[in-house]
């Protein structure tokens, strides 16, 4: 999840687990651009929401983790 936020928001530095969204200039073109990668490398759908709502790196990742392993359960 990192490296989709350091390459997306192409921040200096890969992002520490306590940076969020915001403190990387991150921007409404960013998610969209965030929440796409999210979908192509892990396969999962998600609004694009929550990223604004866990705009921390770490909990976004375990958001993302949570709803990969909800679909992981559905199929």
Known sequence: MKTIWYEVLTAPNPPSDDATFFDLDG????????VTRV???FGVLMDIGVL???PNVLTF???VADLWSADDQDA
């Open 52 to 54: 604004f709502d866990d």
């Open 27 to 34: 921007d409404s073109i960013a998610a969209a651009r965030i």
């Open 39 to 41: 979908e192509e490398e």
């Open 61 to 63: 990742a375990r958001s």
